[in-house]
């Protein structure tokens, strides 16, 4: 608006307009000009302060959106995935140093703690682990018969083992071929038929059985349903009182390889929530396996294939017995869920609860491998960064319509442990906890143009993740994979439903942005993922890790719960 020249004299006969000195531009300046433009200054910054706190507002939510950045991601991944951590084993030195940053994180952004008293962030999960002894040597064995002497059973390398109520294991039982192992009223499907299998060994496919051409949505087609996951097969041993379960794993069925289960090398229950019934033993054989121990009893596996997809199927006795024979460590601890709370103001009573688990699987011990920490960079400690991200970014706006829990749990690598723990003793009523919004893994393969929810569609939270999307920009496809690998039911989600709660797991889709072909680049680092990554030690942070895709799910998170 001014320059500030050196003064300059009137020349007399020189008809052009007094050019004002220094000072007097100066005057003119602070006196005219200046309050004009603090004026416009003003006006703007109060329209920004009005939208940023106008309660619960679009406007504030954007501009706090706007403030994400993959930067707060990878920081907090790539500390929470580091060695340091130790895997972040429930109940080891590496689940404490988690749960500590986690509740750092949680103060500074100035969540209320869970326990005001102390300023605690923690609720405590108590769990008994057990860890099986490398001697004697774990058996498990059919009896002999006049076919032979029977399958080659070798621990790790073609079946794992373990109990829910015993240091040491000494049972034999007869054994049974249940197919399935499903009653399943809503699809007039029994594999039981009222038989009698108290103190029997149950021997049972995992999956669900197939739909057919003429019921093409049976046990919901390719989507895997809770009857076919491993936990159903075991809850429904106890009700039937088995003394123990034999599962089939094949990785087509299961979803992953079968050393994956040797990576779990302490299992886990919730302390004292078995029931009154415990099963002796619990055990996982290969294909292999399992069909040299039908081919020992005279049945083919094919055989039982087709058998076991047919609703007439009733259990085939073996006439054999199942006998197992090991010893195994137990402790009993209490593991951590770390919780911390966003107030809300206007629907005082309801609550949204925003979930990631923590931990992964810890150090194996006596590995010849150099490697031996799982890290769990995907799983789950992106899941973790980017619902911190999330945290923090609605810390800063006015408190929300509904109250904010973010809950970091434990043991999800065992079993949903930590959620099932939350949901039986919630920090916030159950009943008026309208939604569960989850985030299990992160896309680091970078932007897509589409987003998948786990679990959308059983709920309202399906239009509201539609929503959410296409203020985004991207729209909400489905995932045939996640669908028929039975997602929904492999993660903290499944908890809040099996206790009435609406829950979904947000997820990147494969229309992967500057992909020639996005189909089979989303198949390719998926399939590489499982295999060289899911579960092992080689799931460790890289530094070329593109977060766009994860920052996306961030947002969406954030609109979903705002």
């Keep these: 608006f001014f320059t500030l020249d050196e003064e300059e004299e009137f020349v007399p006969g020189v008809h052009f307009p007094h050019k004002k000195t220094r000072k007097e531009r100066l005057i003119f300046f602070f006196t005219r000009v200046f309050p004009w433009v603090l004026s416009i200054i003003l006006i703007a910054v109060l329209f920004g302060v009005l939208l940023f706190y106008r309660h619960g507002s679009e406007g504030g939510l954007v501009l706090s959106l706007s403030h994400m950045r993959t930067e707060g991601i990878r920081g907090h991944l790539k500390i929470l995935s580091s060695d340091l951590y130790e895997g972040r084993e429930p109940g080891t030195r590496g689940e404490e140093l988690t749960v500590a940053y986690i509740s750092a994180a949680m103060q500074r952004a100035g969540l209320e703690p869970v326990v005001p008293s102390t300023g605690s962030y923690v609720q405590a999960v108590p769990l008994v682990g057990f860890t099986i002894q490398p001697s004697p040597e774990p058996r498990l064995a059919v009896k002999s018969s006049a076919r032979g002497p029977g399958p080659q059973f070798k621990f790790q390398d073609n079946f794992v083992i373990w109990s829910e109520n015993k240091t040491a294991v000494a049972v034999e039982g007869a ?293 959410a999307a296409h203020d985004e920009g991207m729209t909400v496809t489905r995932n045939p994979t996640a669908e028929r690998e039975g997602s929904f039911f492999r993660s903290d989600q499944l908890s809040f439903a099996q206790g009435g709660v609406p829950g979904i797991d947000i997820q990147s889709g494969c229309g992967f942005v500057g992909q020639a072909d996005p189909a089979a680049f989303c198949a390719k680092v998926h399939a590489d993922y499982t295999a060289h990554r899911y579960h092992q030690p080689s799931d460790e942070y890289d530094a070329s890790w593109d977060l766009e895709g994860a920052l996306q799910v961030c947002r969406i998170a954030a609109r979903m719960a705002w």
């Design 175 to 467: 054994a049974y071929f249940v197919g399935y192992g499903i009653k399943a009223p809503s699809y007039n499907w029994d594999d039981f038929k009222d038989v009698d299998l108290a103190g029997k060994v149950l021997v049972s496919f995992v999956n669900d059985p197939p739909a057919t051409d003429d019921e093409p949505d049976l046990f919901k087609g390719p989507a895997l349903t809770y009857y076919g996951r491993w936990t159903y097969k075991f809850e429904e041993a106890r009700r039937r009182k088995a003394l123990g379960v034999v599962l089939i794993h094949t990785d087509e069925t299961a979803g992953y390889p079968f050393s994956v289960l040797n990576h779990s090398h302490e299992y886990m229950e919730l302390d004292g929530a078995s029931g009154a019934h415990q099963l002796s033993f619990k055990a996982w054989l290969t294909k292999d396996l399992a069909t040299a121990l039908l081919a020992s009893c005279g049945l083919s596996f094919d055989d039982m294939v087709k058998a076991a997809a047919s609703r007439t199927f009733s259990p085939i006795p073996l006439n054999t017995t199942i006998k197992a024979d090991f010893s195994q460590k137990t402790r009993h601890f209490e593991a951590m869920n770390v919780a911390g709370i966003i107030r809300g103001t206007q629907r005082t009573n309801e609550s949204v609860v925003l979930t990631a688990h923590h931990d992964h699987l810890g150090i194996l011990p006596n590995s010849a491998e150099a490697d031996n920490i799982f890290n769990g960079a995907i799983d789950n400690a992106i899941g973790v960064a980017m619902m911190l991200n999330v945290m923090s970014g609605l810390a800063v706006l006015p408190p929300p319509a509904r109250t904010l829990l973010f809950l970091f749990v434990t043991a999800e690598e065992k079993g949903l442990l930590g959620s099932a723990h939350y949901v039986a003793h919630p920090l916030l009523p159950l009943n008026s906890t309208v939604a569960n919004i989850n985030i299990d893994g992160g896309n680091v393969w970078g932007r897509t143009s589409d987003v998948v929810g786990i679990g959308a569609e059983a709920s309202s939270l399906g239009a509201l993740l539609a929503d």
